[in-house]
Every structure is written in C-alpha cells, then in structure tokens.
C-alpha cells in the first residue's frame, strides 16, 4: 500500500508531504509515515532543516475518525510528536485550513509554525468529552501562554492565525504560495540552536498567576455545568505550571484515560456520529440529483423570517423577502441589519460582510416578486387556512421547479401539499428559534415529496451551516411532538402537588438549560393561546387571562423583577391549588424521582412511537434533533441514547409505576415494550 505521506528536497530542506485526503486525518499510515520520514531526515547529513506540510484543504485536521472504537495501532501520535520535536534538525509546520486536535499537537512538536493567514488552530477534543491526549495540554501553555491555552483546551473553539499569531502559537503568517514560505522560513532558522523545543519552554508560563485557574473556572461555571471534560482540561493546563514536562504528560494521560472510559466521553462520541449520519436520506434512488438554488425566497419579514433570510444571506445565497404592509417590511429589515452589526460589533463580521449581506436582500409588498425564486420559504403564522392561502397564491406565481418550503412546528404539510397542483414540490423546513442562530433544522418529507426536492433541501441546509434531520408527517414532527406529553405531564404534576420550581429544578439538574416553564416563561405563555380571556379551561388560560405572559410581562409561572430575576409565585401556587380544587385533584408530596419518570420517561416512549411509524430514520435523528433543538445535554447523547444507558427495562418499570396517573393521554410504545423483553437497545 502507497504511503499518504512523501518527501522531497529543496536544497538542503526537506519536505514532508501529507496526502490523505479529504482533511489528512493522523490515520496509522500517516502516523508511521511522519516517523519514517524524520528517520530520513536524521539520517541524511545534507538536511539541514525539515518543513511538515500538507496538500488538499487542510492541515492535519485531527484523528481518523474510522479508527474510533479500534484498538490503537502503533506509533501512537504522543510518540509521533515526541520523535518530531526530538529531532536533530529544527522542524517547521507549515498550517493551511486548519490544524486541530492531533494536528495541533503535531505542529506543536514541531520547533516553529507558519500558517497561511487563513488558517485556524484549536484543541476540540473537549467536545467528544475528552482533552488533547499527546502532551498538548502540557506544549500548549508553555507555547501560546497560560491563558490561551486554557481558553482552546476548555472550550474546544478554534481560533484564527492572527490570533495564534499574537499568542505565540504561529511564528509566522504567511500571505501566498506556502510551502516556499515555510521553506525559507526553514533555512532562516537552520542553524539556531538549542532547538526551541515546546516542551522544554518557560518563557510564556509567567501569566499563570495566582488564581487565574480559579477564576477562569467560575467565569464559565455556567458554560461548564454538568460536564466533566472542561474541568479535567483545567486541570492538565494547571498541572502544566506545576510539574515538568515528563511528569506532567504521565498526568495528562490519567486524565485523558479518566474521561475516555467515562459515560460523558461515550455520550458525546456516540453524539458525534450521529450527527453525521443524520445527513444520510434513507430510500432515496440512486442518481438522484439536486435542484440548483441560486435565489431564494421567503414570505414575512418578522422574528422566524427575518432569521430564515439571514442564513441565506450570510451563505452569499440572494433572497427576497415579502411581507404584506411597509411598515413590517422595514421593520424585519432593520432588525436584520442590527442583528448583523451586532455581529460586527462583537467581531464576528466584518462591516464590508455586513454590507455583502444586505446587500443581497431585496425586500418587497409584491407576492409576485418570487416568481424567479428556486425555493420559497414561507413563514407566516401558524394557522392552516393562512399557510394555504400563501400556496395557493404561490402555486400561480411559482416558476416551474421551484420548491416551496412550509416553515411550520406543528402542520400536516401533506394537507398543504395536496391543496395546489404541484405536490411533490412541497416540503417543510422546520427553522427553530432563533433561526439565525440556532443549528437544527426539520426538514419535514411529505408522502408526494420528490427525491430531489428532499436531497436538495438536505444540501441546502449543509450550505447555511445547519445540521439538518429528515422528519416524517405528523403533528409536531420529531421535536416538538416529543415535547407533548412532557408538557402535559408536567402540568398534571402541577395540580398533584409538585411547583414550577421544583420541576424545573430537577431538568435543570439533569442538564437542560431552562425547565418547562422557565422555558414557557421565556417563549411567552400566551403563545397559542386562544385569546378569550373569559374561557379559563387550563392553568395557562387563568395565567393569560391575568396578563401573566412571562417575562415580556414580568409575571408567568413565575414572578420577575426590573432585571427579568424569577422568584416563586404566590399568585400562581393559588392559581394551581385552586384548580386542583375544583377538579378534585388530591394534592400530595411529589417526588423528583416521580418527575423524571413522567416528564422524561414519557419522551423517551413518543420516541420509540415516532420510530415505529417511520416518522424519524434512526434513534440517533433523534438525538440530534433534541441536543440541537431543545437544549438535551449532549453529555447524555440525546434521549433515545439516555434511555439506553438507563436501561429500556427500567424505563419501562417506571413508566409502568405511573401509568394510572399519566392515563388517558398516556400509551405505551410496543417497540420499547418488545426490546425492553429482549434486552435491546435503541442505539448501541
């Protein structure tokens, strides 16, 4: 078998090329390769310096994902990276794309790094619930400084050359051809010595005040709660500025091998993948190819629209968007641009992107201005008859072709699909709130969707930056139907004696950012909500009749002060007994073991019912659409990964202890009362 990795000489450098596309992954060739090829630069007396590089996209980009699960093959990176530094010769990496995990750790044993201007550098290892395994815990601070090092290890962010640059971590930014630059770099340094090996540095470990640890710990308490792996990154860059090098690695390992054999690592290894597999369309006939999408469109320029637009813009995608008076129009269109300032303003764009966006947005009051679009993208008001009235209108203006897309939570999109003459060009897109920003999205297959109209909605989302599941009809989809009984449960719970707090407390505690009625607090209480305020049928209606519409009023499920703090509702506790009252609800001690089981559980059985009727493709869709959509910790790996680490018996035996309560709106799913019996499993 050809070695992905090749050298040539240029004078007296050599050059060791890495080809192991798509992103050079550090598979067990390129690992042997990179060892035999500093084998041949020691042995030749006229190699003076060595340049490490790489050709396609990228710089090594980190492990070889194919070898997860694998028992290692030697050499392992932590020898591959010590037999780089420990080199006769000094050795430059030469970064383009990007450089992470591995990769990262390869340049680091390397004695000086260029990198095109472009490139990123970052140790994402904590977001499979691991640290950066090959002493780069130990290089990283004593290279780009204490503080730096905490931020990339902790948080798994990349973060550009020109900040690698002033950190220390770059040696020199590179504008043009890269690997002459490298090479020149190269024979600029050939003969320094000692050799600048990363592991011997301590000139950058002098910003490791007293307590930087401590404070950098509590100013990302929130980011970090419930996971283990950011305390554990902490923890190896601290000893960093402890240990020497060779007792620091020997920790670094312990710690590394602490959260591999953990369930939080396993979860969010597991979580990787399946957000990889969610991009794979079942049944789809071969040779299927996409609908070109060069122009887009989208009905209603408020809050879901305007967001919608947005990511299309920002992919340089041109959009129209429509809404029905002036004043909205301009509305929507300045709470776009602000939004992209404030991007601006934060450093995240820069004013000429800003100007690039808006610059590709045409806002309009005429319907027929969508004629030329590709896709059309409705986001008008939740209402069936409304949602047909904007179809039909399209279905005469529409060119040929093009896709019409319903970005609806909870509608039959078959039911809209059949009321105009082109079915099999409908589908929905399911944007979530904040739409530009959040990464999840629905793409909802209807039973007369074309194959092309599914694979080109699933590209299209890859294009805006979105992780896209493919859902089957039916009310509320995947997410939002699994979110149902939850929230029915929840308020039963209510009424038999649990409060807000406490069952908002216990999600909280088990890792979801905010609990039911936080979150009804947040969204609005009064979303959906009839507008009668003489029809009190439910708990939320008394609310909403009281103008208690959550924090846009300072009054919920829960009481706000001048800065939108909660603190328990009297109000509300009386509302809730007062109910239970009139419905003869027998109020008692409620435990958190019980809400679990009856707000959690219950997810966990409507999703094995939406695998059995076909709605979702896999259990890890998913879990996907929950850790993205909802917030479910991805350190539990989503609920049908929970479930199985639970045990499907014990879920089961639970809801079983609840099902006189949960009755009638409660019924068991026959697929996880059948692989419960056999001892199976959703996931594994």
């Known amino acids: 078998m050809t070695s992905p990795i090749s050298t040539r000489r240029h004078g007296d450098v050599l050059i060791i090329l890495s080809n192991n596309p798509p992103v050079n992954a550090l598979s067990t060739s390129v690992r042997q390769g990179l060892v035999d090829a500093i084998a041949e630069a020691e042995g030749d007396d006229a190699v003076k310096a060595v340049v490490i590089a790489c050709e396609g996209q990228t710089f090594f980009a980190g492990a070889d994902i194919t070898e997860f699960g694998k028992p290692p093959q030697q050499p392992w990176l932590p020898v591959v990276v010590d037999t780089i530094e420990n080199c006769s010769k000094p050795v430059v990496a030469a970064i383009h794309g990007t450089a992470l995990g591995g990769g990262l750790e390869v340049a680091l044993g390397c004695h000086y790094r260029v990198a095109d201007k472009s490139a990123k550098l970052g140790t994402p290892e904590v977001k499979l619930g691991l640290l950066p395994g090959a002493g780069g815990t130990q290089r990283l601070p004593r290279v780009a400084g204490v503080r730096k090092a905490l931020e990339m290890c902790a948080t798994g962010n990349p973060i550009g050359a020109k900040d690698a640059f002033d950190c220390g971590l770059v040696d020199r930014l590179v504008e043009g051809e890269l690997i002459p630059h490298a090479v020149a770099y190269a024979e600029e340094v050939r003969d320094i010595r000692p050799l600048a090996k990363s592991s011997e540095r301590q000139d950058r470990m002098a910003d490791s005040a007293p307590g930087i640890f401590d404070e950098f710990r509590t100013a990302n308490a929130k980011k970090f709660r419930g996971f283990e792996a950011p305390l554990k990154n902490i923890e190896a860059v601290e000893v960093a500025t402890q240990k020497p090098f060779a007792e620091g690695v020997i920790e670094e390992r312990k710690l590394f091998m602490e959260l591999m054999s953990g369930e939080q690592s396993a979860a969010q290894r597991y979580f990787f993948f399946a957000e990889r597999k969610a991009s794979k369309i079942e049944g789809l006939p071969e040779n299927t190819e996409p609908r070109p999408i060069h122009k887009v469109g989208v009905i209603g320029a408020g809050t879901m629209g305007g967001g919608i637009a947005m990511n299309f813009l920002s992919a340089g995608i041109p959009v129209t968007i429509v809404e029905m008076g002036p004043e909205a129009l301009d509305r929507g269109a300045g709470v776009m641009r602000k939004n992209y300032e404030a991007s601006a303003a934060r450093g995240k764009l820069t004013a000429e992107q800003v100007e690039r966006a808006m610059g590709q947005l045409s806002p309009t009051l005429d319907f027929a201005a969508l004629a030329d679009c590709d896709l059309v993208i409705e986001a008008v008001y939740e209402n069936m008859d409304v949602k047909k009235d904007v179809f039909a209108r399209l279905d005469k203006i529409a060119k040929p072709g093009a896709i019409l897309a319903s970005n609806t939570s909870y509608l039959d999109v078959d039911e809209i699909a059949a009321s105009i003459s082109r079915p099999a060009d409908v589908l929905g897109m399911h944007f979530f709130s904040p739409a530009n920003i959040m990464k999840l999205l629905e793409i909802v297959r209807g039973a007369k969707t074309a194959p092309d109209v599914l694979l080109t909605a699933m590209g299209i989302a890859k294009k805006i930056r979105k992780v896209a599941v493919v859902a089957g009809v039916c009310h509320g989809f995947i997410g939002n139907r699994m979110l149902m009984p939850r929230q029915i449960e929840a308020t039963k ?192």
């Open 493 to 684: 719970l209510l009424l038999e004696g649990a409060t807000p707090e406490q069952i908002d407390r216990v999600h909280v505690e088990f890792g979801m950012p905010m609990g039911p009625f936080q979150m009804a607090d947040l969204a609005g209480v009064d979303i959906g909500w009839h507008r009668d305020p003489t029809r009190v049928e439910t708990i939320r209606d008394q609310l909403c009749a009281m103008e208690r519409w959550g924090q846009k009023k300072g009054a919920g499920f829960y009481d706000y002060d001048e800065k939108r703090r909660p603190s328990p509702s009297p109000v509300v506790q009386q509302v809730i007994e007062d109910f239970a009252s009139k419905q003869s609800v027998q109020r008692r001690e409620i435990s958190d073991q019980e809400i679990v089981e009856r707000t959690l559980y219950t997810m966990v059985n409507e999703g094995a019912k939406i695998l059995e009727e076909g709605i979702a493709q896999r259990a890890s869709d998913i879990d996907v659409v929950w850790v993205y959509g909802y917030g479910w910790p991805v350190y539990r790996g989503g609920p049908m990964y929970w479930a199985d680490s639970v045990g499907l018996a014990k879920i089961v035996e639970g809801l079983k202890g609840q099902e006189e309560r949960m009755k009638p709106a409660f019924s068991f799913s026959q697929l996880l009362l059948d692989k419960a019996a056999k001892g199976e499993s959703f996931t594994r």
